[in-house]
């Protein structure tokens, strides 16, 4: 599948424009750890875009994503990306196997409050913004209220990566769309 397909099933589902920030930012940050653990940017890019691809027509823990599966087999979208959909979910049967099933995982929840840390800053830019930044506003659990840090320690550690290092990775891979995201802010790249 290319990701000009995968684009159109995302746009066909998906009419908010939060949520679709949400899969380009998970799409970002799947792509920039394929290439830090030597994998098919491509295919985890695509898990990246697609993992929540149904969530506007299947919004239940229970129903998504496992619903919106079969939909993706019929498009061809590749087993290895539709089980790392799968099992981003803590669905007993698809336990998280293979590193860009950690990775899904570990990126999911992140992108949430390195959005929400970045729209309160001055600038409303990712192109100044540091995980210390995002560190201050982990303990305020008022703060991106919807984001579960329970889910983004262990995804982390699951992927080996220490937090604030993985927030960092993060913020690095969502700075090269910036402007995509809404995120550019105030300020020209830093990167």
Known sequence: MERQEALNIVHQFIKSESLIHH????????RWYAEKFEQDAEIWGLAGLL???????????EDHPLLGLPYLRERGVPEEIIYA??????????????????????????????????????SKSL?????KSVKKK???HSFAA???????ENG??????PLWDHVQNVIHAMRKIAPALGLAGSLP???
Do not use: F, N, Q
Request: proline fraction near 6%.
């Open 51 to 61: 993992h929540d691809y149904d969530w506007e027509v299947h919004p239940s823990a």
């Open 146 to 152: 919807g984001t579960d840090r329970t889910i983004m």
């Open 23 to 30: 899969l380009l930012s998970v799409e970002a940050a799947m």
């Open 85 to 122: 959909i799968a099992s981003h979910a803590d669905k007993p049967d698809y336990p998280r196997l293979s590193m860009i099933d950690k990775a899904l995982y570990a990126c999911d929840e992140v992108t949430g409050i390195v959005t929400a840390t970045a729209l309160v800053r001055p």
């Open 138 to 140: 982990w303990k305020d």
């Open 156 to 161: 982390a550690a699951d992927l080996g990566v």
């Open 189 to 191: 790249p830093t990167e």
């Open 127 to 131: 192109y100044d913004l540091e995980a």
